[in-house]
């Protein structure tokens, strides 16, 4: 099964949401009109990233008008939007990093919040508790958001539980450009599965984002990569294709648990 994936690689303005969304917008637009069926954009890519103490000020509930706006937009233009936001808890007194999940469909959103968070992103958010594998048209998808990729563990857990390909929403900066390259291909290779990433770019204070927004094969080899500016990537990913890398060794169907026991 082939389709068509987008993926936003921008530069969203520190808590100007409102801005962001009118440049989400113009790359939903420009993905659905180029074909792609789910579009991708950056770890809190709504907010910008560090919100630190003001987290939970700009973190949106899942009944909120923007959150009912991208619904909106994912079913006008017949595309699933992945976007990573600051969600509010329950409570309303916390904030998840987290990546709503709108369809075409007219369903109300969901969302996967992050469980492994990243150095600081611990004083401004709370884990989420829950793996999940999303079951979109065009396959089921794993996602995770940035630093959650470096695990095996976790791109691991979603295969087994029937992820046929891997989103990740991430926003990594400079000076973990290798680390990012090696943990993307990896996580493809040893899952044989499709990995996309979609990174951004523009600066934070001292922190430097550098894109290389990209989609890595079921073999781990790099298909298509951006450079370090703002870009809507678009490329053809083909499920049949994890299939026949599996034909060469298949790595779930070979694992021995029984040995793995700590």
């Known amino acids: 099964m082939g389709f068509r994936i987008a993926l936003a690689q921008l530069s969203p303005i520190l808590f100007d949401k409102r801005a962001n969304l009118e440049k989400a917008e113009r790359a939903i637009h420009d993905a659905a009109r180029q074909k792609a069926e789910i579009i991708i954009f950056p770890e809190l890519y709504l907010t910008g990233y560090r919100l630190e103490r003001r987290a939970v000020e700009f973190a949106e509930s899942r009944q909120g008008e923007i959150v009912q706006h991208l619904a909106h937009l994912a079913q006008q233009h017949q595309i699933t939007i992945l976007m990573g936001y600051a969600e509010l808890a329950d409570d309303g007194h916390a904030a998840y990093d987290a990546v709503l999940i709108a369809a075409p469909d007219g369903k109300t959103p969901t969302s996967y919040r992050k469980t492994h968070l990243f150095q600081h992103e611990n004083n401004w958010f709370i884990p989420g508790e829950e793996l999940i594998v999303y079951p979109s048209t065009r396959g089921d998808i794993g996602i995770m958001i940035c630093y ?57 204070g001292d922190l430097e984002f550098f894109g290389r927004s990209m989609v890595c094969d079921p073999h781990g080899r790099v298909l298509i990569q951006a450079e370090e500016d703002e870009t809507v990537l678009v490329a053809e990913i083909d499920l049949d294709k994890n299939k026949q890398a599996r034909k060469e060794g298949d790595y779930l169907r070979d694992r021995r648990p029984e040995l793995y026991r700590l």
């Open 148 to 204: 959650e990729a470096e695990f095996p563990e976790i791109a691991r857990t979603l295969a087994l539980r029937g992820a046929e390909w891997l989103a990740v929403s991430t926003a990594v900066m400079r000076p973990y450009e290798d680390i990012y390259d090696l943990a993307i291909r990896s996580r493809a290779l040893e899952n044989h599965r499709w990995v996309v990433a979609a990174n951004r770019v523009g600066r934070e």
